[in-house]
């Protein structure tokens, strides 16, 4: 199956050392993205992949695409035009302190510039199969959201499977109500197959009532079965994020029209959480491409998202022997 995403590529920018931005004179810089991330993961799994998105035409945006080349996409569809790249800084959290991820040049990049008729959706989709599109298009500007919804509409009108994410961030919608955000989604949610999503997404965003009569997972069970039902939704991800005696554990969720798989918890240990979700999404996609079982799929893209944790950087630069190798033998720690 050819794979393929419509998303933005940013620029990240990481002072060394678990250092702050008032420490330090260096910064690390990498190429990144939603779309980035799943599909140079599944590149790194032997998968076709390929981005439809727009680049500075100036330096920056040459070194980005190179960048994107040596990852393993496909860059036919990466056009270069305007000046900016979205960009941001993120300060390594350590112990207690969080990491930080501060924004910037987002709405005026290349990207958030770029309307429906900036692509050539059409030759696009001839060459693929499966598209993800990012959700954060839908929050990012008027012209995001209207190439989103075009292609999501061309795709489902060619049988193509497309993928979504709400990926909602609340620093991108300062100036979108709920009730604006909430009609982009129910607007896009019919075009798509497979989504991944949480809890709180169907009810913080899309404004659907749990059964409070139930226990939680009754609730969630029947919240999601609902909203499968209501869009016609093939498959619905996700993880869970476990504390308990003061260690994290990633548990990933996976539902189809007539079953729910929950995969072992698995403990987390955190060089890098940035772009671990992506490494969950790359699972379940590829487990999807190939017609794995839902159990296998959901245990992979598990392993996957715990592996992704212990890499430096957002992709997640996994293989599929590495991921085998932590399922089944998790307590061999060096490899000669």
């Known amino acids: 199956m050819r794979i393929s995403a419509f998303g933005e590529v940013m620029m990240r920018l990481t ?111 001839e060459a693929t199969d499966l598209v993800h599109i990012c959700g954060i298009s839908l929050s990012l500007t008027d012209q995001t959201r209207a190439a989103a919804f075009a292609l999501a509409e061309k795709a489902h009108s060619q049988g193509k499977k497309i993928c979504f994410d709400f990926n909602f961030r609340p620093s991108l919608n300062e100036n979108n109500e709920a009730v604006f955000m909430r009609e982009q989604y129910e607007r896009m949610l019919p075009y798509c197959d497979i989504v991944f999503g949480t809890q709180r997404d169907l009810t913080d965003l899309l404004g659907m009532k749990a059964d409070e009569t139930l226990d939680n997972e009754e609730q969630f069970k029947s ?9 016609d939704i093939e498959l619905f991800a996700g993880t869970f994020r476990i504390r308990e005696n003061g260690s994290y554990y990633l548990s990933g969720f996976l539902f189809d029209k007539n079953h729910y798989v929950q995969a072992e918890p698995r403990e987390i240990i955190n060089l890098d959480r940035i772009g671990a979700g992506d490494g969950y999404a790359a699972g379940v996609l590829l487990g999807y491409a190939e017609k794995w079982a839902l159990e296998k799929t959901v245990a992979f893209a598990t392993a996957n998202g715990v592996l992704a944790h212990t890499i430096q950087g957002d992709v997640p630069l996994t293989t599929r022997k590495q991921v085998e190798h932590i399922m089944l033998h998790p307590t061999v720690d060096l490899i000669r």
Not at 44 to 54: A, D, K, Q, V
Not at 112 to 125: E, K, R, T
Not at 223 to 231: E, I, V
Request: hydrophobic letters at 30%; proline letters at 4%; aromatic letters at 12%.
């Open 15 to 125: 002072p060394p050392e678990y250092l702050m931005l008032e420490q330090t004179r260096e910064l690390r810089m990498d190429f990144t993205g939603t779309g980035v991330n799943i599909l140079s993961n599944l590149a790194h799994f032997g998968c076709e992949t390929s981005l439809i998105t727009n680049l500075p035409d100036n330096r920056l945006g040459e070194a980005a695409k190179a960048s994107l080349r040596q990852l393993g996409l496909g860059d036919r569809w990466i056009g270069q035009h305007g000046n900016h790249i979205g960009s941001y800084f993120a300060e390594m959290g350590y112990g207690p302190r969080p990491t930080q991820v501060t924004y910037q040049n987002r709405h005026s990049s290349s990207f958030g510039v770029s309307g429906a008729a900036d692509y050539d959706f059409d030759s696009f989709l």
């Open 223 to 231: 919240l999601t079965k609902t909203f499968m039902d209501n869009y």
